[in-house]
């Protein structure tokens, strides 16, 4: 499989990092297979999205270094055995794999540990990533001689984040290209949502628009009537009349990069009122945070404008009290909203969290906050045209958290516990598009897909039925 883009793509990716970077040996380490439940037996094989970024090799066992003195990469790896190729085909070689990634010098792998023994003894910086894989730490350690993994190079990592988030326009027609596919998974979604049948029933409907074209989940897809838990992947409940059904799930594109798309249907095909009140206030919020976005504007306002909106309306419902910018401070809101409004997309469906979320999502100017819910923030730093971002308000109805909050007498002041007792059971709505910073603003990206409350009814009520 050739890499995406033209060989000069990565070559001036990495050149830019090496610029960036100023000097010593950069490690870029790809990914080796995963045993899933045996030697033989991996998980897909998934690369590196750093590696990927730097050099597009979707190939297990390869790591580069990169020069940051005089700009020279090498690739790392071992020529396929014959062995290799009775069992998976025939391989290119690996000058062909370095030729397609626009590198010109390669060496086996074996030779890894004395080139960077020959820097470290120059007196030159060996510039490593996070080591979020134990196995990566662990042949890190080894080729460098250390007892323990290296600590991260903070310049590199400010680099390759300062890269990659800023997406090039052949980048955003990537994300393009998953929003596509994400839009046809919804609309098989909502085509599949009716009383009856299993949440996995719904989830496999969509998974087969992507299986088809050869894509696969860019992160563990949702799919439930019980929406109010945030991260649910258990997809075997029953769908019923009066059940939301929230279907949260990306793809991949060609070249690996991600969507993220969330709609949240009525599974009798009409919101009953109550509902319907509480969609379209997350509806409004995703729209009023959508507005916010522009270049200087940082997320952690994009998200301190969906939660005024959804605490305006949580007030309007009685669920709340008082000011909803003062609840908003006071934290009282994180009752319904719990988490962040969003967050970067790219190779990865959260974008270079692998380098540490707080490293991506937040700088010298933006500190994350320790309050319950901001702290769930995954992006609060300023934003730039090129930016691509999830945006994601939703309203959760969670009752251990309401159970405990009210046993707590937490936010008092704020939460009106008699009222919200009578929403116990109203779930989790959750609404979500990516978007484009501009120059001027935002440019939410991808097809449309059915959100307004009529729009999502009259989608659920074409299902065959
Ligand atoms: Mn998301």
Known sequence: ????????????????????????????????????????????????????????????????????????????????????????????????????????????????????????????????????????????????????????????????????????????????????????????????????????????????????????????????????????????????NGDLLLHDSGTTSPGHYASDVTRTAPVSGRFSERQRALYDLVLA?????????????RFLDVHRTACRTLAAGLRDLGLLRGDPEEAVAAGAHALFFPCGTGHFVGLEAHDMEALGEDRVGYDASVRRSDQFGLRSLRLGRGLRPGHVVAVEPGLYFIPALIDRWRAERRHEAFVDYDAVGAYRDAAGIRIEDVALVTDDGHRVRGPP????????ERAVAEADR
């Open 285 to 297: 919020a995703q729209t009023d945070a959508l507005d916010a976005l522009a270049p200087g504007t």
């Open 1 to 240: 499989m050739t890499p995406p883009f033209p060989p000069a793509t990565y070559a001036r990716r990495r050149e830019a990092l090496a610029r960036d970077v100023g000097t010593g040996l950069i490690v870029l380490t790809g990914h080796g297979e995963s045993p899933m439940d045996g030697p033989h037996n991996p998980f897909p094989f998934r690369q590196d999205p750093t590696f990927l970024y730097a050099l597009g090799l979707d190939a297990p066992d390869l790591v580069a270094t990169v020069d940051a003195d005089d700009g020279r990469t090498v690739l790392y790896g071992r020529e396929p055995s014959l062995d290799d190729v009775v069992w998976t085909g025939p391989q290119p070689s690996l000058a062909e794999r370095a030729a397609s990634a626009g590198v010109a010098h390669t060496a086996p792998l074996a030779d890894l540990p004395d080139a960077l023994a020959a820097a470290r003894r120059g007196g030159r910086p060996v510039h490593t990533l996070p080591a979020y894989r134990a196995e990566t730490g662990r042949d890190l350690r080894q080729w460098l001689g250390l007892s323990t993994a290296p600590a991260p190079s903070e310049a590199l990592v400010q680099a390759v984040v300062a890269l990659r988030e800023v997406k090039a326009p052949e980048e955003v027609a990537e994300i393009e290209d998953a929003l596509d596919l994400s839009a046809e998974m919804h609309r098989a979604a909502f085509r599949a949502t009716r009383p009856g049948r299993l949440e996995r029933d719904v989830l496999s409907e969509a998974e087969a628009v992507m299986r088809v074209r050869g894509r696969r989940f860019s992160f563990p897809p949702i799919c439930t009537v019980h929406g109010e838990t945030l991260h649910n992947h258990d997809a075997s409940g029953r769908l019923r």
């Open 449 to 456: 897909i059915p959100k307004t409350a009529a729009d999502v």
